[in-house]
Each structure stands twice: as structure tokens, then as C-alpha cells.
């Protein structure tokens, strides 16, 4: 019997999320290998590492939460401030995690969350990665009921809210790592770092192996900004990561994205436009192409029947004559 998630605040919306972070937690006990080809930058990381990771980023969206209750914000506020509240509550993750495994002594990092690529592709995101969640967990369901044609369910289901919930959290994870790698340009100081704090796994063990981690990581990051991103958004559709027993995994879900579109880039535009372009060319150009190349194997085929013909006419001219 498929569950759906509460339409109002009350004790049953509260339970229903007391339930899900408990259930988060207990996924952390699952295999946390990364069983994808994308990359995650706390890929680099041993699995205890990744464990508190998580913890603390699931802490901290608790703490926000009862924040956000206990100043008695309404949607109006959460959608105004989104963007400060995601990026405080990165920072609180960074800070976090830098007091679990960086001593006063040694502190290779100045994590300031600066204005870059990777931050205008995760904002761009945002409204589907936090504000959805926040509304959800705070105010349960009821403003999409009101709001359905914006849209995908009239009624929500609850697995779908645990589905956001899981990719949050290791969203999240990604981006607070991400930082790290990035924010120490010196893959020595960032080696000497993981071994330091016995961050790191067994497969990221020197400066060459973290080199090709990073530059991969670049490279990925790129694409994703200027291309995947763009065509999810045009395609109405978002991936989320998700736990799962055999390791983290990722699916697609469907959502309508209209507003996101009105905060893409000129660049992103363009990109979107050669995909218009691309739908409309395509089928004809395949026909195209479909056609000519039928044409011609019909040519060639009647071609070469007369070469044949040819041919055994004039073998049997000669056997003839012999």
C-alpha cells in the first residue's frame, strides 16, 4: 500500500519525519561505495570518513529545521532567504567537519565558500535540493495540493520525500568535499592532509592518483554546468543519489522546471536552443539520410545486376564459340 505524506503540520507530519531521519541513519550502515561512473568527490575518502560526513550534515539539517520552526519562518521567508540558508548551512557542514578531523595545529584549509562555477551550478539546483525538502519536512504537503499544477503529484507520496532526503544529504556530502580538494591547490599539502587525518582509502594513496581524481573531477563538473544541467532542466527531469544496500546510486525522477529555466545562464540558453534545434533537425536529417543511403543500394545493387549479366552474356559467348 503506497503511503503518502501528511497535507499539514501536526504530530502526524512529525513522526512521519522523526521516522525518515531515523531511517536515514540506519542507511549509513549500508554499503556507501560509490557504484556509478559519475564521480563523487568523497570518493576519495575510507568509509568511516564518509559515515561522519554524513552525520554531520544530517545534524546540521536538523538544527536548521528546528531553527526554522523555533523563528516561526513562513514559505514566503524560506523561498526569499534559500539561497543564504543553503549556503550557511554548507558552511556549517565545512566548518563541522573541519572540527572533527583537523586539529588546532594542523589546518591546511581557509574554507571560504566563494562565488565560483560550482556554486552557481548547485544554486541553480537549490530550489529542488533544499527549499522542496525544507517545505516538506516543515509545512507537509498541503501547498502543492494547492499549487498541483506546478507540480508532478496531487498527492505526494511519502517514499518520494525519503528520496529528496537521501539525495540531500549526499548532495551535500559532495559538495562540502568538493571544497576541501579545491579549496588547498597543493595536491601535496591535500595527500599530506587525508594521511593526517586517515581520511583517505586505499585507492588514493599518492600525488599522481589524486592529480587524475581532480582533474576528473574538473572535467566532469564542466560538463555538468554547461550540458547536463541545461538538458535536465529542459528535459524536466532531476537526478537524485540515493542509498542504497549495494552502495550510493542515482536515478531520474520527473518534476516540472519552468522556474528554473528563468535562472539559467545566456550560455545555458544556447545551449538549450541547439537542443530545440537539434529535435527538429534530427528526424529529418536521419530521413535524409535514411533515403540516400536506400538510393544508393538500390543504384549500386541494379549496377552491379548488370555487370553480372554482362558479364555471364559474355562468358556464354565464348563457351559458344569454343
Not at 556507501?32 to 559519475?38: G, H, K, R
Not at 567537519?97 to 560550482?118: A, H, K, P, R
Not at 496531487?154 to 528520496?163: A, D, G, V
Not at 588514493?204 to 589524486?210: K, P, Q
Amino acid at each position: 500500500m503506497r503511503k503518502y505524506w501528511p497535507s499539514k503540520q501536526g504530530i502526524l507530519l512529525n513522526t512521519k519525519v522523526a521516522y525518515l531521519f531515523n531511517k536515514i541513519h540506519l542507511k549509513l550502515n549500508y554499503s556507501l561505495n560509490n557504484q556509478t561512473t559519475t564521480i563523487l568527490s568523497f570518493d576519495i575518502i575510507n568509509i568511516q570518513a564518509k559515515q561522519e560526513l554524513f552525520k554531520i550534515i544530517i545534524l546540521e539539517l536538523e538544527i536548521l529545521i528546528l531553527d526554522i520552526i523555533d523563528l516561526n519562518l513562513t514559505l514566503i521567508d524560506i523561498k526569499i532567504l534559500s539561497s543564504k540558508i543553503f549556503i550557511d548551512l554548507i558552511n556549517k557542514s565545512i566548518n563541522s567537519f573541519c572540527n572533527y578531523v583537523i586539529s588546532m595545529n594542523y589546518s591546511l584549509y581557509n574554507l571560504d565558500y566563494n562565488y565560483n562555477l560550482f556554486q552557481n551550478s548547485i544554486l541553480l539546483d537549490k530550489h529542488i535540493l533544499l527549499e522542496e525538502l525544507l517545505v516538506y519536512l516543515i509545512f507537509g504537503d498541503y501547498i502543492h495540493n494547492n499549487n498541483h499544477n506546478h507540480y508532478l503529484y496531487r498527492k505526494t507520496p511519502q517514499k518520494y520525500i525519503e528520496i529528496l532526503l537521501d539525495n540531500f544529504i549526499i548532495q551535500l556530502g559532495h559538495i562540502v568535499f568538493y571544497q576541501f580538494i579545491f579549496t588547498n591547490k597543493s595536491l601535496f599539502n591535500l595527500l599530506q592532509f587525508l594521511k593526517y587525518s586517515k581520511l583517505n582509502n586505499d585507492s588514493n594513496i599518492s600525488v599522481r592518483s589524486l592529480t587524475g581524481f581532480k582533474n576528473n573531477l574538473m572535467l566532469q563538473q564542466l560538463i555538468h554546468y554547461y550540458f547536463i544541467q541545461p538538458q535536465s532542466i529542459y528535459n524536466n527531469y532531476y537526478m537524485v543519489w540515493i542509498f542504497n544496500r549495494q552502495g550510493l546510486l542515482y536515478k531520474y525522477v520527473y518534476m516540472y522546471r519552468d522556474q528554473d529555466i528563468k535562472n539559467l545562464s545566456r550560455m545555458h540558453m544556447i545551449i538549450i536552443s541547439i537542443l530545440e534545434l537539434q529535435d527538429f533537425l534530427y528526424p529529418k536529417i536521419y530521413k535524409l539520410i535514411s533515403l540516400t543511403f536506400l538510393t544508393l543500394t538500390y543504384i549500386f545493387t541494379y549496377f552491379f545486376e548488370k555487370i553480372l549479366d554482362l558479364f555471364f552474356l559474355k562468358l556464354l559467348k565464348i563457351l559458344k564459340i569454343k
